[in-house]
């Protein structure tokens, strides 16, 4: 993923709609210098962040990710195993958009692989927070979730939903990593 390239994108959508740097920071939840630091492509993107800006700017979040509006199948769209569109969310993680090439839809399905990391094991899982509700189904291998002060292990067949605008976040507990369907309710 060129990351230059998504930034190029989301400051000529910006500039285009006429929305200043400041409301867009404001609706980000961040700086004015953290939001210009994503346009210019100098740190990794979050979802939460993708899904904010094009959805403030009436695009689909694939267009912001390949520069084409993928998204036009409107009565159904099949994705075939292993493929989905690449979405960097987080960092180690491995997104894959199940739903890109369909317009109008009102929830983002997600294949998530988490990466083992012995390391994470020991420090408090990294949060996230977005709009809506998020539901998460583990498919394979074992997945430790905190959401606010609470931490839930999942195994596979096991699933929980939430509040996503209330911080949270995952690591992988089995050796061989984790894969589960995200289902991002917007």
Known sequence: MDLQLIGERIKCLREDLDITVKDMAALCEMTEEDYLLREAGGVDYSYSFLNRCATRFG???????TGRN????????????????RV?????????????????????PLCVHVPYCVDALDKPIV???HKGQ?????????LKVAVGDK???????DSIIYDS???????ALSEGGCKFLAIVIK
Request: aromatic share 10%; charged share 25%; proline share 1%.
């Open 70 to 85: 993928v998204s036009n199948l409107k009565v159904y769209a099949v994705e075939r195993n292993g493929h989905g569109l």
């Open 59 to 65: 695009v689909d979040i694939s267009e912001l990710l």
């Open 88 to 108: 960097d969310r987080r960092k180690g993680f491995d997104y894959y958009h199940l739903a890109s090439k369909f317009a109008h839809r009102k929830v983002d």
């Open 151 to 157: 931490t839930e292990v999942l195994n596979e067949g």
């Open 127 to 129: 949060t996230n927070v």
């Open 165 to 171: 605008s209330t911080p949270h976040g995952m690591i």
């Open 134 to 142: 998020e539901f998460d189904y583990v498919l394979e291998g074992v």
